[in-house]
């Protein structure tokens, strides 16, 4: 069965103070990886799309990289407004989106 | 303008009862989707309709029925509301299922409660 997880569930950083979600995934066949970030209370917002191992996606602070059998969500000098859930989904070819659990990320001034 | 965008945002109702949550896109997209997320925030795909067609249909009760009257709308009717439908519920859409361009915009999300 494919399955995503993402890791860790919760994670509270200073501003400034840079760190890395992870998103690790079995399935049996990966058309394309997506983040999203979502915000309380609102719907999932796209953020990036991943093809293929290596592959790398940058968009202010956040960069996203792909292995075989996982992605990495890079902040770099997060910011307060950077606060959200983080979330990751695989596109399995069977025209289906699997989601993970996501990541909480809180970002204290 | 709203890219994606559901009525009601909020809807509160009895067990029992039958409800109906609407969906449209304006921006031009082939596909839909209905996402159901459980108070643990999990997301998951109920539907996907392509072109007014039906091409995922998960684990859900047939009391859910997906009607898309035409590209732009996809509506989500819910039939003998139980109390484990109290969810979020939220439509998306993307350009072209099979499209490596699979990126899908949600809408706001309509929070049910059933009491």
């Known amino acids: 069965e494919d399955q995503v997880t993402q890791s860790p569930e919760a994670l509270r950083l200073q501003e400034g103070e840079s760190s890395s979600l992870n998103c690790s995934y079995t399935?049996?066949?990966?058309?394309?990886l997506f983040w999203y970030r979502q915000d309380p209370g609102k719907g999932p917002e796209f953020l990036f799309t991943?093809?293929?191992a290596g592959e790398e996606k940058e968009k202010e602070r956040l960069k996203a990289t792909l292995t075989k059998k996982e992605s990495f969500l890079h902040i770099t000098a997060p910011k307060p407004e950077d606060s959200a859930t983080y979330l990751c989904?695989?596109?399995?070819?069977?025209?289906?989106?699997?989601f993970g659990p996501g990541t909480r990320l809180s970002v204290l001034p | 303008d709203t890219a994606v965008s559901q009525t009601p945002k909020y809807l509160v109702t009895q067990m029992g009862n039958d409800k109906s949550i609407k969906c449209e896109q304006n921006?031009?997209?082939?596909?839909m989707y209905w996402y159901k997320q459980d108070s643990k925030k999990f997301l998951k795909i109920m539907f996907s309709?392509?072109?007014?067609?039906?091409?995922i249909n998960e684990t859900v009760p047939n009391r859910f029925s997906p009607k898309s009257p035409d590209k732009a709308h996809l509506n989500l009717h819910i039939n003998s509301l139980e109390l484990g439908d109290s969810a979020v519920y939220f439509c998306?859409?993307?350009?072209?299922?099979?499209?490596?361009?699979?990126?899908?915009?949600f809408g706001p999300g309509t929070r049910l409660t059933v009491l």
């Open positions: 989904a695989v596109d399995n070819y069977g025209q289906n989106f699997v």
């Open positions: 998306a859409s993307s350009p072209l299922s099979g499209s490596p361009y699979n990126e899908q915009f």
């Open positions: 991943l093809y293929s």
């Open positions: 309709y392509n072109n007014k067609e039906l091409i």
């Open positions: 399935v049996s066949g990966l058309r394309g």
């Open positions: 921006l031009g997209h082939d596909t």
